[in-house]
């Protein structure tokens, strides 16, 4: 009984010292795994160098930029006040809002019958006047009548001319016209209301040429030129772009917001969908460089202080130094430290050292832990590659 206690005596200890073995053996291997999935680390399971996964893309020459967009409202080129040039009624209207007219069409009639008598009147006092200055003027040279009195015949004649041009020019006036060619936009009487002088109306716009006013601050202005293109944004019309370019550029500037007036004109084209009032954005392009070294924001690593990028060369990532130029639309001009057609690092690049070992798998979105296209383009942002 003795001998069989203790058989199984040892026997538990047995079982005891295994067990503890391989606690220790799963732990050194879990702790070995820990180490090799852990980013940045030097060595694999095996003890062999670790390849990090790496996107990239080519130094290319281009054009850039500095860009600023200023939001303003779509406007006509101008816009004309038809006002009422009699006092009376109106009898008819012509035109509504929207209504496409030429210069000299007839807007609405006035009222305009007291005046036709008037014009009767005065019609028949020139004609006695005319026919009183003939008699005086063959009397004259006759010199049967003296000077003064055949001047004041030829005074009373001119005075009744006058009279009658007046009137005539006031039942002209009962015909309101455009004086412009363009649309109406707005119409403020009905037939049958009675306005005084000088009421308005109408106001026809020139739409042959639209226009967006905005305020551009004195240190970006004196980088544009009448003539420059403008690339115009509507909010009625998201992601579609309109061509403009700068027709003029005001002379002075607003003393107290230090901005000046600058005139777009939208394309002829643009008058097929846009309208007065619409919001607009308009983007002027600055300081604009061409034949420049270009590479995405994102390929940039370290500080304000101090850019740097990383090259892949045989291999492997070589950290270069680099001056920096304008970034504008995702893209940043390199002034000096690289050169056209080497391959930068985009993706993958944080957590990089000089002289490691890389592999580039451009397009193998899983080989970067799932990044897609998308995340390499989105503000310069980069992010740390997956491990092979």
Do not use: W
């Not at 006031?170 to 403020?188: C, D, L, Q, S």
């Not at 940043?332 to 690289?338: A, D, N, Q, R, T």
């Amino acid at each position: 009984m003795k001998a069989m206690r203790r058989s199984v005596g040892l026997l538990v200890l047995a079982v005891a010292v295994g067990l503890s073995g391989c606690s220790k053996g799963e732990a050194n291997q879990a702790a070995e795994g820990a180490s090799a999935g852990a980013p940045g680390a030097a060595t694999n399971r095996r003890g062999q160098p670790r390849v990090a996964a790496v996107r990239t893309v080519s130094v290319r020459v281009g054009s850039i930029a500095r860009s600023v967009t200023v939001s303003g409202v779509v406007e006509p080129l101008r816009t004309v006040a038809v006002n009422s040039q009699l006092a009376g009624q109106v009898l008819a209207l012509n035109v509504e809002e929207g209504s496409v007219v030429r210069a000299g069409d007839t807007l609405a009639e006035m009222d305009g019958r007291e005046l036709q008598a008037q014009l009767a009147a005065a019609e028949a006092a020139y004609q006695v006047a005319d026919a009183a200055f003939q008699r005086a003027q063959q009397l004259r040279e006759r010199q049967i009548i003296t000077l003064p009195e055949y001047e004041q015949q030829r005074t009373a004649m001119t005075a009744a001319k006058a009279t009658l041009d007046q009137i005539r020019t006031r039942i002209g006036y009962t015909h309101v016209i455009a004086p412009v060619a363009g649309v109406v936009i707005e119409k403020r009487v009905e037939a049958g209301d009675a306005v005084g002088t000088q009421t308005r109306l109408f106001s026809v716009a020139e739409v042959a040429t639209l226009v967006v006013r905005v305020g551009v601050s004195e240190l970006d202005v004196v980088e544009l030129e009448e003539g420059d293109r403008v690339q115009v944004d509507l909010d009625a019309f998201p992601g579609r772009k309109v061509a403009a370019h700068i027709r003029r550029i005001f002379p002075v500037a607003d003393p107290t917001t230090r901005l000046l007036p600058v005139e777009v004109a939208l394309e002829p084209e643009a008058r097929a969908f846009v309208r007065p009032g619409f919001l607009a954005r308009a983007t002027f392009a600055l300081n604009e460089r061409t034949g420049v070294l270009l590479v995405p924001q994102g390929a940039l690593v370290g500080g304000s202080s101090s850019q740097a990028v990383f090259v892949v060369d045989r291999g492997r990532a070589v950290r270069r130094t680099v001056e920096t130029g304008l970034m504008s639309e995702g893209s940043v001009e390199i002034v000096s430290g690289l050169a056209e057609g080497q391959a930068v690092v985009t993706l993958g690049n944080n957590l990089l050292r000089d002289g490691a070992e890389v592999r580039v798998v451009n397009g193998d979105t899983a080989a970067l832990g799932g990044s897609t296209p998308a995340a390499e383009g989105a503000s310069g942002a980069s992010s740390g590659g997956g491990i092979s």
